[in-house]
């Protein structure tokens, strides 16, 4: 099997064979190339993010098809993967996407031309819940806001109760979403023996407790937590899912923690809400608009940590969705059924 890596500026060609390489002792032999490989960070996210909503048949892929005579696979992290192209590769079965959405492949003409299609989900699930219990902990503890004030000249210390946060085993996270990131949030939180509340209406009660979690619905969880941790997939269900409404049930002290998807939150909503005093502060790497732009009114809050959409930028989380595709190929190549196929 000949195998294609295309590579880009977020997933070089070069870690994708490091992690694939080893199937060179199956037979398999590699091309490498990288789609936009000069492309600045800013000028490829920009290009990417647009992608989601044009989809592939929207860009150039002369340059990958040129490259596709003889190739039975080939595997891309976010290049497109259009109609045109995939149907100029004649011997092409099969396409690898290195990460765990496909929106960049052109499923229905995969499938129509009888190109099987894997993708890797989870492959960042550990680099954003170490992140998002990272936001969430410096956030509880003020951390961020502790060395701004140190940064400053100023040795701000607080003796009254009051105004003290608590002991992460005293409080109670809600936990939006309840897949890989979600559950690999609650499984960090149980060290501190911290509460957790779930809502996801996908995942059975008993399989939440059985977790070590306690189930509840949206408007209980958000009456409830200290702090509210989404991890849910954006879709026309959930686009702005917090807005005006669930702000109005969070507590005073509460905040809101958001490395998914700008998109699920209502950031008027959120604004508005932190101007009143409705909730403590946020915790966000994730915008509706990236990158923030220099007057977005979420700048100016104290109380407010942000990081520019890096939860799931890890070594490891660069290398994974390949290794995740390495399995599923020795899957196919021994004629077994790749647990990781699009259908």
């Not at 009888?114 to 954003?128: E, F, K, M, S, W």
């Amino acid at each position: 099997m000949n195998v294609l890596l295309c590579g880009d500026p977020q997933q070089p060609s070069e870690y994708m064979y490091e992690a694939l390489g080893h199937l060179e002792d199956r037979g398999l032999t590699f091309e490498r190339m990288d789609w936009m490989g000069e492309a600045s960070p800013g000028e490829f996210r920009n290009v990417t993010m647009d992608m989601e909503s044009l989809g592939p048949g929207s860009y150039d892929t002369d340059a990958i098809a040129e490259r596709l005579d003889g190739i039975d696979a080939l595997v891309v992290h976010k290049a497109p993967v259009s109609r045109e192209l995939i149907e100029s590769g004649e011997s092409l079965s099969v396409v690898g996407a290195a990460r765990g959405g496909t929106e960049n492949v052109d499923i229905d003409a995969a499938h129509e031309n009888d190109i099987t299609v894997l993708h890797a989900p989870g492959r960042n699930r550990d680099a954003v819940a170490d992140y998002a219990v990272s936001m969430l902990l410096s956030r509880v503890r003020e951390i961020p806001f502790n060395h701004a004030d140190l940064s400053t000249g100023e040795w701000s210390q607080v003796f009254d109760p009051d105004r003290l946060p608590p002991d992460m085993r005293t409080a109670t996270v809600g936990i939006v979403g309840f897949g890989h990131i979600g559950r690999g949030v609650a499984r960090r939180l149980a060290g501190f023996e911290t509460e957790c509340l779930v809502y996801d209406p996908f995942v059975a009660d008993e399989e939440i407790r059985e977790a070590g979690s306690e189930p509840a619905d949206l408007p209980d969880l958000l009456a409830e937590a200290d702090a509210v941790t989404l991890h849910v997939r954006l879709s026309e269900d959930t686009a702005e899912m917090i807005g005006e409404e669930e702000f109005a049930r969070m507590n005073s002290e509460a905040f809101l923690v958001n490395t998914a998807r700008g998109g699920l939150v209502d950031e008027d909503a959120l604004v508005d809400a932190l101007a009143a005093d409705e909730i403590g502060g946020a915790a966000l790497d994730v915008f509706q608009q990236e990158p923030l732009p220099d007057d977005h009114p979420l700048l100016d809050f104290e109380n407010v940590v942000l990081t520019p959409h890096v939860a799931g930028s890890t070594r490891d989380a660069v290398l994974g969705g390949p290794r995740i595709i390495a399995t599923q190929l020795a899957a196919y190549l021994d004629d077994e059924t790749p647990e990781h196929v699009v259908q």
